[in-house]
C-alpha cells in the first residue's frame, strides 16, 4: 500500500501563507488522483482540494477556491497545496489522501474515506 508524508504544516497570522508538501512512496503515484483534507477539533474531516493524476483537472471546496491551490509534481512522487490569504477558521489538521486506482479528481471527492490511503496528517495554525 501506498505510504504518505505530509509536511509544511505550521503557525501562520491571518492572511499569511503555506505549502503543504505531501510525499508518496511505495506505490505508483503518478496514475492516481490526489487530494487534500482537513479536520479541526471536534469536527468530521473536510475535503478540500483534489488534483487528478497528471495534474490537468483539479477541484477545490467553496472554502479553499480562490485561495489555496493544489499541484503535483510527478517525477518527484508528491503533491502540494499551496495556501493564501489564510484564516483562521483554516486552523486544521491537514491530510494527504490517494485513489488506490482512481484518476480522477472524482476519485477523491467521491470516495468513500476509508477506500482512500492518508497520511498521518500535519497542523496548520492560522492566529487572528
Known amino acids: 500500500q501506498v505510504h504518505l508524508v505530509e509536511s509544511g504544516g505550521g503557525l501562520v497570522q491571518s492572511g499569511g501563507s503555506l505549502r503543504l508538501s505531501c510525499t508518496a512512496s511505495?506505490?505508483?503515484?503518478?496514475?492516481?488522483?490526489m487530494g487534500w483534507f482537513r479536520q479541526a477539533p471536534g469536527k468530521e474531516r473536510e475535503f478540500v482540494a483534489a488534483?487528478?493524476?497528471?495534474?490537468?483537472?483539479?477541484y477545490y471546496s467553496d472554502s479553499a477556491r480562490g485561495r489555496f491551490t493544489v499541484s503535483r509534481d510527478n517525477t518527484k512522487n508528491t503533491a502540494y497545496l499551496q495556501m493564501n490569504s489564510l484564516k483562521p477558521e483554516d486552523t486544521a489538521t491537514y491530510y494527504c489522501?490517494?485513489?488506490?486506482?482512481?484518476?480522477?479528481?472524482?476519485?477523491?471527492?467521491?470516495?468513500?474515506?476509508?477506500?482512500?490511503?492518508w497520511g498521518q496528517g500535519t497542523q496548520v495554525t492560522v492566529s487572528s
Open positions: 488534483i487528478n493524476w497528471s495534474g490537468y483537472n483539479s
Open positions: 489522501a490517494s485513489s488506490p486506482d482512481g484518476t480522477t479528481f472524482a476519485s477523491i471527492v467521491q470516495a468513500p474515506h476509508n477506500n482512500l490511503n
Open positions: 511505495g506505490r505508483s503515484f503518478s496514475n492516481v488522483a
